[in-house]
C-alpha cells in the first residue's frame, strides 16, 4: 500500500472512536476482550460494538455492519474468522473507516491460500483509505489514552504505567511477555505495538511513527525479518533525527534461527551481518538477550544524560566484586582511569586499608561513615575524568537503618553530578529502587548487568551525528558506458578508477613485444622499476594457482621470460580458459594489504566490507560492514572496527598507514555501489592497499561481477 496516500497512522494509534467487528459479551471469545479492556480501564472515546445478532453488548448499543455506523470512526478492529474479514471491510464505505487492526490468523502464515485471502482483504483496505495492522496480530495499545486494541490477556492481568517507551514486536507471543516484563519492571510504556503479518503497516512504520511521537522517548523492537531495507532505515533515521534512541532484538542470528523465523512469519530474515552493520550505522543498539533488552530500554528510559564516552568510574564496598566489575569493563570495551592522586590521598588518610586506584574500594567504612559515599564520589568527579559511575554496595542496600544514606547519595549526586549517570547496584527492596530511579539512578541486583549496560549505552555516543538520511555531499559521477559481459581484472580496475577509486595503473599485453613496451612506460624519467605480470582470463579467478602471476620482473629479458612462463604454465593448467593476455603494472610499494568488497542484499541493497587482506580475511574473517552509501566519519569508525587495526596503526616499528585516504576510498567505492546497484551483483577490491601515512591508498587487483551474472 502507499502509505503518502492514506491518512496518517495517528488515526490508528490515537484513536478517538472504535468499532469492534464481531464483538461480544460472552468471556474468552476475541471479540469480548477489547470490549471488556477498553470499559474497563476507561478509554474515552466511542465505543460501537459491532455484531448483527446483537443489540447491545456490554452495555453499549450495538450495529449489524460498519455500513451501519451513523459517522465516520478512526478504528475498526477485526474480530472475526478469516474468511469473513475481507467482507466485515468492504461493507465500510471509503474514507469511512481511518485505519484497521485484524486479529485474526489464516491469512499468508498458511500457504498460497491464505496469502490471496489477505491481497484481497488488503485491496479492499486500499479502495477505501484504510490503514492495516496485521492480520494475526494481537493488536496495540495507547497506554496514555487507555486504548487496548487487543485481544492480550496480558493488560488483563495489570496494566503498565505511562511513560516514555515505545515498543513495537512482530511477535504477539513475545509482545505480551515484553508487556508482562515492562510491567514486573516497572517500565512506562507510551505504546505497544504488535504488527504480525505486516500486509501493510510493519515494524519500520511504527518506528517512524514512535520517532514522531511526542509522548515517546525511546523505542523498543523486537524483529524476526525485514522486507523493505530501505523503509527501515528511513525510519531508524527519523528516529535518530529526533533524538530518541532505538533497543532492537532481532532474531535469525544463526541459520537455524534464521530458518525459525522464516517458517514462523515468512518474514525475509536476510544477512544477519547486515543488520548488525544496519543497526550500527544509524546507531540502533542490538540487544543479544531478552535481559539485555530491557536494561537497555531501563538504562535509556531513565537517565536524563547517557553516557558519552566509555570512561567509567567504580567505587564498592568490596575489593573482590570491584575487581569483576573491572573486568566486565574491559570485557565491554570499556576503560578505568584512575582518580587524581590527590582525590586517592584523601581516601586514604580518611580509610587508610581502602584502595584509591579505579576500581575504587572504600571497604565496608561506608556503611558506618556516611558522608564516605557522596565525598569519594565527588572526589572522583571533580575533574571530569569519567562518563558514568557504578557503586556496588552488596547486601546493604536491604538495611531500613542505611536507606536514608543511600536516599541523600542518589539525590545529592543528581543535584551536583547531572550530567554523570549513575548505577547503583545493591538488593534494595522494589519500593526503595523505584524511588531512586525517579531520581535518575539506575539499580541493578547484578553488578556485572550494570557495567555491561553502561558499555552498550556508552557505545551510542561513537556514533553521534551520523546514521541519517541525507544528500551525498559528494556523489560518484558513475561510468556508464555500455555493460559488458564479464569484466576482466583491467576492466573492473578501468571502470573503479573512472568512479574516483585509486587504483594502480595497468596495461593489457597481448604478447611478449607488447609487454617489454608496457613495462618500459612504466619507467617514467629513465627508472628502472619492477614489474608485475598476471594472466587476464574471464575465466581463471585465482590466477598464482596455474602459474598465471610473475612478481618483481626487472629487465627486457625478464619480461619476456616471464610472459612465456605465464603463458605455458596457463596452457598446461587450464587450456579451455579464454586467455586475452597479461596484465604488465608496476610492483606495489611497501603497504598494510586490506580488502573492500561490495554484495548486494537482497532487502537491503548494497553493502560494503572492509578487513585486512591475505589469510585474515579468509581465516580470521576479521570485517566490518556498512549500507552504501556513506561519507569518510562512517568509513573511520569501519576501519576502526577490525581487530586488526592496530596494524594499521603502525605495528612492530611499521609505519602507520594512511587511514583517512583508506576511508575516502570506501566512502567513493560506497557511492559507486550505489549509484550502480542496478548493474552489479559484486565487487572484490583485494588487495586494497593501504601506504605510509601520506601516501595514500591504492587498489591494486579487482573483481566485478555484473546482475545476474555467476559469482
Same mark, same amino acid.
Given at each position: 500500500?502507499?502509505?503518502?496516500?492514506?491518512?496518517?497512522?495517528?488515526?490508528?494509534?490515537?484513536?478517538?472512536? $472504535?468499532?469492534?467487528?464481531?464483538?461480544?459479551?460472552?468471556?474468552?471469545?476475541?471479540?469480548?476482550?477489547?470490549? /471488556?479492556?477498553?470499559?474497563?480501564?476507561?478509554?474515552?472515546?466511542? $465505543?460501537?460494538?459491532?455484531?448483527?445478532?446483537?443489540?447491545?453488548?456490554?452495555?453499549?448499543?450495538?450495529?449489524?455492519?460498519?455500513?451501519?455506523?451513523?459517522?465516520?470512526?478512526?478504528?475498526?478492529?477485526?474480530?472475526?474468522?478469516?474468511?469473513?474479514?475481507?467482507?466485515?471491510?468492504?461493507?465500510?464505505?471509503?474514507?469511512?473507516?481511518?485505519?484497521?487492526?485484524?486479529?485474526?490468523?489464516?491469512?499468508?502464515?498458511?500457504?498460497?491460500?491464505?496469502?490471496?485471502?489477505?491481497?484481497?482483504?488488503?485491496?479492499?483496505?486500499?479502495?477505501?483509505? %484504510?490503514?492495516?495492522?496485521?492480520?494475526?496480530?494481537?493488536?496495540?495499545?495507547?497506554?496514555?489514552?487507555?486504548?487496548?486494541?487487543?485481544?492480550?490477556?496480558?493488560?488483563?492481568?495489570?496494566?503498565?504505567?505511562?511513560?516514555?517507551?515505545?515498543?513495537?514486536?512482530?511477535?504477539?507471543?513475545?509482545?505480551?511477555?515484553?508487556?508482562?516484563?515492562?510491567?514486573?519492571?516497572?517500565?512506562?510504556?507510551?505504546?505497544? %505495538?504488535?504488527?504480525?503479518?505486516?500486509?501493510?503497516?510493519?515494524?519500520?512504520?511504527?518506528?517512524?511513527?514512535?520517532?514522531?511521537?511526542?509522548?515517546? &522517548?525511546? %523505542?523498543?523492537?523486537?524483529?524476526?525479518?525485514?522486507?523493505?531495507?530501505?523503509? =527501515?532505515?528511513?525510519?531508524? /533515521?527519523?528516529?535518530?533525527?529526533?533524538?530518541?534512541?532505538?533497543?532492537?532484538?532481532?532474531?535469525?542470528?544463526?541459520?537455524?534461527?534464521?530458518?525459525?523465523?522464516?517458517?514462523?512469519?515468512?518474514?525475509?530474515?536476510?544477512?544477519?551481518?547486515?543488520?548488525?552493520?544496519?543497526?550500527?550505522?544509524?546507531?540502533?543498539?542490538?540487544?543479544?538477550?531478552?535481559?539485555?533488552?530491557?536494561?537497555?530500554?531501563?538504562?535509556?528510559?531513565?537517565?536524563?544524560?547517557?553516557?558519552?564516552?566509555?570512561?567509567?568510574?567504580?567505587?564498592?564496598?568490596?575489593?573482590?566484586?570491584?575487581?569483576?566489575?573491572?573486568?566486565?569493563? *574491559?570485557?565491554?570495551?570499556?576503560? =578505568?582511569?584512575?582518580?587524581?592522586?590527590?582525590?586517592?590521598?584523601?581516601?586514604?588518610?580518611?580509610?587508610?586499608?581502602?584502595?584509591?586506584?579505579?576500581?575504587?574500594?572504600?571497604?565496608?567504612?561506608?556503611?558506618?561513615?556516611?558522608?564516605?559515599?557522596?565525598?569519594?564520589?565527588?572526589?572522583?568527579?571533580?575533574?571530569?575524568?569519567?562518563?558514568?559511575?557504578?557503586?556496588?554496595?552488596?547486601?546493604?542496600?536491604?538495611?531500613?537503618?542505611?536507606?536514608?544514606?543511600?536516599?541523600?547519595?542518589?539525590?545529592?549526586?543528581?543535584? &551536583?553530578?547531572?550530567?554523570?549517570?549513575?548505577?547503583?547496584?545493591? =538488593?534494595?527492596?522494589?519500593?526503595?529502587?523505584?524511588?531512586?530511579? &525517579?531520581?535518575?539512578?539506575?539499580?541493578?541486583?547484578?553488578?556485572?548487568?550494570?557495567?555491561?549496560?553502561?558499555?552498550?549505552?556508552?557505545?551510542?555516543?561513537?556514533?553521534?551525528?551520523?546514521?541519517?538520511?541525507?544528500?551525498?555531499?559528494?556523489?560518484?559521477?558513475?561510468? &556508464?558506458?555500455?555493460?559488458?559481459?564479464?569484466?576482466?581484472?583491467?576492466?573492473?580496475?578501468?571502470?573503479?578508477?573512472?568512479?574516483?577509486?585509486?587504483?594502480?595503473?595497468?596495461?593489457?599485453?597481448?604478447?611478449?613485444?607488447?609487454?617489454?613496451?608496457?613495462?618500459?612506460?612504466?619507467?617514467?624519467?629513465?627508472?628502472?622499476?619492477?614489474?608485475?605480470?598476471?594472466?587476464?582470463?574471464?575465466?581463471?579467478?585465482?590466477?598464482?594457482?596455474?602459474?598465471?602471476?610473475?612478481?618483481?620482473?626487472?629487465?627486457?629479458?625478464?619480461?619476456?621470460?616471464?610472459? *612465456?612462463?605465464?603463458?605455458?604454465?596457463?596452457?598446461?593448467?587450464?587450456?579451455?580458459?579464454?586467455?586475452?593476455?597479461?596484465?604488465?603494472?608496476?610492483?606495489?610499494?611497501?603497504?598494510?594489504?586490506?580488502?573492500?568488497?561490495?554484495?548486494?542484499?537482497?532487502?537491503?541493497?548494497?553493502?560494503?566490507?572492509?578487513?585486512?587482506?591475505?589469510?585474515?580475511?579468509?581465516?580470521?574473517?576479521?570485517?566490518?560492514?556498512?549500507?552504501?552509501?556513506?561519507?569518510?566519519?562512517?568509513?573511520?569508525?569501519?576501519?576502526?572496527?577490525?581487530?586488526?587495526?592496530?596494524?594499521?596503526?603502525?605495528?612492530?616499528?611499521?609505519?602507520?598507514?594512511?587511514?583517512?585516504?583508506?576511508?575516502?576510498?570506501?566512502?567513493?567505492?560506497?557511492?559507486?555501489?550505489? *549509484?550502480?546497484?542496478?548493474?552489479?551483483?559484486?565487487?572484490?577490491?583485494?588487495?586494497?592497499?593501504?601506504?605510509?601515512?601520506?601516501?595514500?591508498?591504492?587498489?591494486?587487483?579487482?573483481?566485478?561481477?555484473?546482475?545476474?551474472?555467476?559469482?
Amino acid at each position: 500500500m502507499n502509505p503518502s496516500a492514506l491518512p496518517s497512522l495517528s488515526r490508528l494509534f490515537d484513536p478517538q472512536g $472504535i468499532a469492534i467487528v464481531g464483538a461480544s459479551a460472552t468471556p474468552g471469545k476475541i471479540g469480548a476482550m477489547p470490549v /471488556s479492556l477498553l470499559l474497563q480501564h476507561g478509554y474515552g472515546g466511542r $465505543i460501537v460494538p459491532v455484531n448483527p445478532r446483537a443489540d447491545t453488548i456490554a452495555g453499549l448499543p450495538a450495529v449489524p455492519g460498519l455500513d451501519a455506523l451513523d459517522a465516520d470512526i478512526d478504528l475498526a478492529i477485526l474480530a472475526v474468522p478469516a474468511a469473513h474479514a475481507a467482507q466485515a471491510l468492504e461493507r465500510a464505505r471509503p474514507g469511512q473507516v481511518g485505519a484497521a487492526v485484524v486479529f485474526t490468523s489464516g491469512f499468508s502464515e498458511t500457504g498460497a491460500q491464505g496469502a490471496a485471502e489477505q491481497d484481497r482483504l488488503c485491496a479492499i483496505a486500499r479502495e477505501r483509505g %484504510i490503514r492495516l495492522l496485521g492480520p494475526n496480530c494481537l493488536g496495540f495499545m495507547n497506554v496514555r489514552r487507555n486504548v487496548y486494541a487487543t485481544f492480550s490477556p496480558a493488560p488483563a492481568n495489570g496494566i503498565v504505567a505511562a511513560g516514555g517507551i515505545g515498543m513495537v514486536t512482530q511477535s504477539g507471543a513475545f509482545g505480551a511477555y515484553a508487556f508482562s516484563m515492562a510491567r514486573e519492571r516497572g517500565l512506562g510504556l507510551s505504546h505497544w %505495538i504488535s504488527t504480525g503479518n505486516e500486509a501493510d503497516i510493519d515494524v519500520a512504520d511504527c518506528i517512524e511513527w514512535l520517532a514522531g511521537d511526542t509522548h515517546t &522517548r525511546v %523505542i523498543m523492537a523486537y524483529m524476526e525479518g525485514c522486507r523493505d531495507g530501505a523503509k =527501515l532505515r528511513r525510519a531508524l /533515521s527519523a528516529a535518530r533525527a529526533a533524538g530518541k534512541p532505538v533497543v532492537v532484538t532481532k532474531i535469525g542470528r544463526t541459520q537455524a534461527g534464521a530458518q525459525a523465523a522464516a517458517s514462523h512469519t515468512a518474514a525475509l530474515a536476510g544477512d544477519d551481518a547486515v543488520y548488525d552493520a544496519l543497526f550500527r550505522q544509524y546507531g540502533a543498539l542490538r540487544a543479544r538477550t531478552i535481559e539485555e533488552f530491557f536494561n537497555l530500554g531501563y538504562a535509556l528510559d531513565t537517565w536524563k544524560h547517557p553516557p558519552q564516552g566509555r570512561r567509567l568510574g567504580i567505587f564498592t564496598i568490596s575489593g573482590g566484586v570491584g575487581a569483576l566489575m573491572a573486568d566486565d569493563a *574491559a570485557d565491554s570495551g570499556l576503560t =578505568l582511569p584512575e582518580p587524581a592522586a590527590d582525590a586517592q590521598a584523601r581516601l586514604l588518610e580518611r580509610v587508610p586499608f581502602a584502595s584509591g586506584r579505579n576500581p575504587v574500594d572504600v571497604t565496608g567504612q561506608a556503611v558506618s561513615e556516611p558522608g564516605l559515599l557522596l565525598a569519594t564520589a565527588d572526589d572522583m568527579l571533580a575533574d571530569s575524568r569519567y562518563d558514568a559511575l557504578a557503586v556496588f554496595l552488596a547486601a546493604a542496600g536491604s538495611s531500613e537503618a542505611l536507606w536514608p544514606t543511600f536516599e541523600a547519595f542518589a539525590r545529592q549526586m543528581q543535584a &551536583r553530578h547531572p550530567d554523570v549517570p549513575l548505577a547503583i547496584s545493591a =538488593l534494595f527492596p522494589p519500593a526503595r529502587r523505584r524511588e531512586l530511579e &525517579r531520581l535518575g539512578c539506575l539499580v541493578f541486583p547484578d553488578p556485572s548487568a550494570a557495567v555491561r549496560t553502561i558499555a552498550a549505552v556508552a557505545a551510542m555516543a561513537s556514533h553521534s551525528g551520523r546514521g541519517t538520511l541525507q544528500a551525498d555531499p559528494a556523489p560518484v559521477t558513475a561510468n &556508464r558506458a555500455p555493460l559488458r559481459e564479464t569484466y576482466t581484472e583491467i576492466q573492473a580496475m578501468e571502470l573503479l578508477r573512472d568512479a574516483g577509486m585509486p587504483a594502480s595503473p595497468s596495461t593489457l599485453a597481448v604478447d611478449a613485444d607488447a609487454a617489454v613496451r608496457a613495462a618500459g612506460d612504466l619507467r617514467g624519467a629513465g627508472q628502472d622499476i619492477p614489474v608485475v605480470l598476471k594472466v587476464v582470463s574471464p575465466d581463471i579467478t585465482h590466477k598464482s594457482d596455474v602459474g598465471g602471476v610473475k612478481l618483481n620482473v626487472r629487465g627486457e629479458d625478464a619480461v619476456r621470460r616471464a610472459y *612465456a612462463d605465464i603463458m605455458a604454465a596457463v596452457s598446461q593448467h587450464r587450456p579451455d580458459a579464454r586467455v586475452e593476455g597479461v596484465l604488465v603494472a608496476p610492483m606495489a610499494p611497501k603497504g598494510v594489504e586490506c580488502i573492500a568488497g561490495v554484495h548486494c542484499d537482497p532487502v537491503f541493497g548494497p553493502v560494503v566490507m572492509f578487513g585486512l587482506g591475505g589469510v585474515f580475511v579468509e581465516v580470521l574473517k576479521d570485517v566490518s560492514f556498512r549500507l552504501a552509501p556513506f561519507g569518510r566519519d562512517e568509513a573511520l569508525d569501519m576501519i576502526r572496527e577490525i581487530k586488526g587495526y592496530a596494524l594499521l596503526q603502525g605495528a612492530r616499528g611499521a609505519p602507520p598507514c594512511d587511514v583517512d585516504a583508506l576511508a575516502d576510498a570506501l566512502a567513493t567505492l560506497s557511492r559507486f555501489a550505489h *549509484a550502480r546497484a542496478g548493474d552489479f551483483s559484486s565487487v572484490e577490491i583485494n588487495p586494497l592497499l593501504a601506504l605510509p601515512e601520506g601516501q595514500g591508498a591504492v587498489a591494486l587487483d579487482a573483481v566485478v561481477i555484473r546482475k545476474g551474472q555467476p559469482a
